[in-house]
């Protein structure tokens, strides 16, 4: 894309002491068709005409302009919110960041008895040894985990296949639940597997324990079992097939469907392109709640097919915005299901905290509000920076459970620089961008892509993806024929207690 083509840029409103300003608090703003979209650091949000905006900057705005209200009501107008109101405004916004981490990442193993095309995990073959996680790696990590300051913990069981390795998850899930006995912490243990290997033990023990469950369903089975093939038969049989038995399981024990199900998520190739509806109905026809568009990640295997997988940043929005608006018409017409990416956004655009996705908020979670821990007990800022070592580059890594403690894992160098690099709030590019509110960057997706962990935005492709997903979300909530649009955002931004996952 040339830059002549690139959307136009965010520009900050000038200071609050420049003439005819003496009265405007500080917003960002972005020309969106024909509405200018402004923006707080406490995350409000309004609408003005070009016109309206250029009198607010000249401070010629009528007395009785109809955005007075709605300007003031942000706290842009004498009348409006006190600046202590704001301030608290935006502390409850940050609220994360006096947590610690939260989300403990264990990968029990390297092995998978899959061969998915965009492998993100580096995975093994099944018969590989020396590639599993012990029951002493993952007790110490759980311990190191407990060390966190976080009243609430999610342990989350990766691979590779996780349920290749299932003795070692029981083995953290119950040393986790005895040592809350006296930590008296918030727990979640989450799974997430491709379902394939799992038996009706597996199964009663995954209930019984109370483990969400996460999967990966690309698609039609066509479509699914192309991408993500397994050996001796059809990948996306064996995943819906444990997928309904789970879900079942949930309603035998007199659980809300509406609530407790299996979540899933569509990892979008090159094969997905004109698609989307057929994703979202084989979504709809499986009783799935939930759907999330991912893109392809530049990690592990996934950066080998690219050509063949791959697509530009314009052809992935482009599905996103043809499917986002499929599955939008589906929920207008009585059927359930969201889009969890958007989801994501509109929690930050709708309510005034942020759900803490840690992927994208500023600063990112990495060590700060996640740790990942590898089979052989190295320790890494997040996931993805585990990725990365997987491919050769150990930059990401914070030490070793054998040698360091919670304190040397949190206070390295490593945490220190990418919280530095992802605080959106100082980066060029950023810092007058009129949805800096509710975005965020991953240094490790730019060290990747872009050989350094701060992200140069004019040709940053995750940027550009959030611009144009964020572009297409406002434009919807902007139009005159929303209203009922609005109610089914803010539906999917609304989030409910699931009890029976949390063990107190």
Known sequence: MTPAARPPR?????????????????????????RCLLTTDAGEFGFVTQAELEQLLA???????????????????????????TAARIAERKAFLSVGPCLHVLVVTLRCNQRCAYCHASRRPMSTTGVDMTTDVAERAVRVAF??????????FQGGEPLANLPVVRHAVEVALDLNRSARKRLTFSLVTNLSLMDEDMLAWILDRRLQVCTSLDGPADLHDRIRPLSGGSSHAATVQWMERLNRGYEERGLDPELYHV????????????????????????GLRGLFLRPLNPFGFARRP????GYTTDEFLAFYRETLDHVIDLNLRGTDLVERLAGIFLAKILSPTDPNFLDIRSPCGAGIGQIAY??????FSCDEGRMVHQMGDPIFRLGDLERDGYGDLVE????????????????PGCTDCAYLPYCGTCPVFNYT???????????????????????????LLASDDGLDRRRVFERWASSRERPFFRHE
């Open 374 to 379: 590898g089979h052989d007990g190295q320790v």
């Open 263 to 286: 979540e899933a998520l569509a990892t979008v190739t090159r094969e997905s392109l004109g698609r989307g509806r057929d994703i979202v109905d084989e979504y709809v026809r499986r």
């Open 449 to 475: 892509t872009q050989g350094n962990i701060f992200g140069r935005m004019p040709d940053n492709e995750k940027c550009r993806l959030h611009l144009g997903l964020m572009d297409h979300l406002f434009g």
């Open 147 to 156: 060390q966190s300051p976080a009243p609430s913990l999610t342990f989350e």
């Open 412 to 427: 390295s160098g490593v945490v220190r620089s990418l919280a530095v690099a992802s605080c959106l709030e100082a980066l």
């Open 10 to 34: 965010l520009v900050a409103a000038a200071p609050a002491t420049c003439a005819g300003l003496r009265h405007v608090g500080h917003f960002r703003f972005r020309r969106l068709g024909s």
């Open 306 to 309: 690219a050509r063949r997988l």
């Open 59 to 85: 401070g010629t705005l009528p007395l009785d302009a109809p955005a007075r209200e709605a300007l003031r009501e942000m706290g842009l107008l004498d009348g409006g919110r006190a600046a202590p109101d």
